[in-house]
T-cell receptor
């Protein structure tokens, strides 16, 4: 069965520092992978997606993620965090041939000025 | 650019009352989904639809019903609300399978 694990419930970083949010998945084949961001009181906005090809994926707002098949991971990174990046981040896995996602439990990011 | 619109944004119900949440999308998407979001549990799929007139159960369907009479609308109904259904409900849509889902802003529902 598919599953997604986001090991960090909360992360705090200083503005300007680098960021890495972890996502590990369990799936028998190569899945579709997504990162979404949710600001307070808002819906989920797609940051980036991986379907195939280049394992380093660029997204919006300066985010990137790297698919590592050997580690079953799809970690989200940003070189320099801005105060406006404070939000909750969700990793999601989609099984090829289906239209359903499995979401992780989210990582809440706090940014210190 | 409306995208996915959810109505209402907030609602308070008493136990046993019924209500319907409306989701409308203007992107001509085939697939639509209803999720609930609870603290520490991420998003869980309630029901989904792969086209007009179709519905299917997701991960947590009990206590909910859905209908997709028109392609652009997906309704979520609570027949007899229970406190355990207090949650934030999100609707999403996608064009085809495995394309990114587009989300509405959510409906915050409290059951007293």
């Amino acid at each position: 069965a598919q599953s997604v694990t986001q090991p960090d419930i909360h992360i705090t970083v200083s503005e300007g520092a680098s960021l890495e949010l972890r996502c590990n998945y369990s799936y028998g084949a190569t899945p579709y992978l997504f990162w979404y961001v949710q600001s307070p009181g808002q819906g989920l906005q797609l940051l980036l997606k991986y379907f195939s090809g280049d394992t380093l994926v660029q997204g919006i707002k300066g985010f990137e993620a790297e698919f590592k098949r050997s580690q079953s991971s799809f970690n989200l990174r940003k070189p320099s965090v801005h105060w406006s990046d404070a939000a909750e981040y969700f990793c999601a896995v989609g099984a090829r041939g289906t239209y359903k996602y499995i979401f992780g439990t989210g990582t809440r990011l706090k940014v210190l000025a | 650019n409306a995208g996915v619109t959810q109505t209402p944004k907030f609602r308070v119900l008493k136990t046993g009352q019924s209500m319907t949440l409306l989701c409308a999308q203007d992107m001509n998407h085939e697939y639509m989904y209803w999720y609930r979001q609870d603290p520490g549990m991420g998003l869980r799929l309630i029901h989904y639809s792969v086209g007009e007139g179709t519905t299917a159960k997701g991960e947590v369907p009990d206590g909910y019903n859905v209908s997709r009479l028109k392609k652009q609308n997906f309704l979520l109904g609570l027949e007899s609300a229970a406190p355990s259904q207090t949650s934030v409900y999100f609707c999403a849509s996608s064009q085809i399978s495995n394309q990114p889902q587009h989300f509405g802003d959510g409906t915050r529902l409290s059951i007293l």
